[in-house]
């Protein structure tokens, strides 16, 4: 008995230190990446690798944003924002509705639906770029916000993860509310979406960080400068200064800055959401 707790006990921080040393792992380029930023250029391409900066400066970061004209990064991180924030409020919204549909209320073709809503996952994005792409043109979208935020209005992978939560809350608690005289709308909004916070949660998180992300879409959807996303936008920057590492390191914090903090904001609700998604 005491041999096997033993192995047990060493099993444990065997599987720590094995993950404290693969966290480690992926944060040292993120370290490096910050590092570099705060370099001047003469010090970034020493042979001599130096994780802290020994001439410690902000100019890579006042270059950055001193080009207004050429590359209006605060007008990319402003419209990154916007359309992410945007996408993200609307999938929130388009799949809560949706899976409270398919999980609680019963009407023919439910199962279909949402078999018909699996099997869109198989499908590859690039599959439907161009007939999105020509459907946005028609809208006359092309070049504006819209045709940014409407084609990521809804989600299928949002629909399964919120639909799975909701099958499991009780049905005890939307029997009570129908007694009360709660109507359907109400229940949905009174009592299913609060008890689903933690889910909502992790969709949201996914959504922001891949809109925030996305390059292909704003690529293809967008053509004048000023309507670029930060993605985007950094890579026309990017092709510019290859050689100059400490200003395209500063361009790459910009970016990356804004979703680690999103991660950080939302982590609890992330971490339980998913944790009790994945016991159902």
């Known amino acids: 008995m005491k041999t096997a707790k033993l192995a047990k006990c060493a099993a444990h921080w065997i599987g720590q230190a094995a993950m404290a040393t693969a966290s480690l792992i992926m944060t040292v380029p993120i370290f490096w990446m910050l590092s570099t930023s ?6 970034v391409l020493k042979m001599k690798v130096e994780w802290i900066p020994t001439d410690f400066t902000l100019e890579n970061y006042q270059r950055l944003f001193s080009r207004v004209e050429e590359f209006p990064v605060l007008r990319w991180i402003a419209n990154s924002a916007f359309v ?12 809560s509705m949706a899976a409270y549909s398919l999980s609680r209320l019963r009407f023919a073709g439910r199962e279909g639906v949402f078999s018909a809503i699996i099997a ?5 994005g ?8 020509l459907i946005v043109q028609t809208l006359g979208l092309f070049n504006n916000y819209g045709g940014l935020i409407l084609p990521g209005v809804a989600s299928a992978f949002g629909v399964f993860l919120l639909r799975q939560f909701m099958l499991g809350i009780p049905a005890e608690l939307e029997e009570a509310a129908r007694m009360d005289g709660a109507s359907d709308l109400l229940i949905f909004w009174r009592v299913i979406l609060p008890l689903t916070k ?25 053509n004048r400068l000023e309507m670029r996303t930060l993605p985007v936008g950094l890579s026309i920057f990017q092709g510019r ?3 100059e590492f400490g200003l395209v390191m500063a361009a790459a914090v ?3 800055l804004p979703m680690i903090a999103a991660f950080i904001v939302f982590q609890k609700g992330i971490t339980s959401g998913i944790s009790i998604v994945s016991d159902k």
């Open 120 to 124: 869109s996952m198989a499908l590859p």
């Open 198 to 222: 933690p889910a909502l949660a992790t969709l949201g998180l996914f959504t922001f960080v891949g809109s925030w992300n996305d390059f292909a879409w704003p690529l293809i959807v967008t």
């Open 84 to 95: 992410s924030l945007a996408v993200t409020f609307c999938v929130l919204a388009v799949c």
């Open 126 to 133: 690039q599959a439907v770029l161009i007939p999105v792409f």
């Open 38 to 43: 705060f370099k001047p250029e003469s010090e």
């Open 241 to 243: 200064f290859t050689s």
């Open 254 to 256: 910009v970016t990356t």
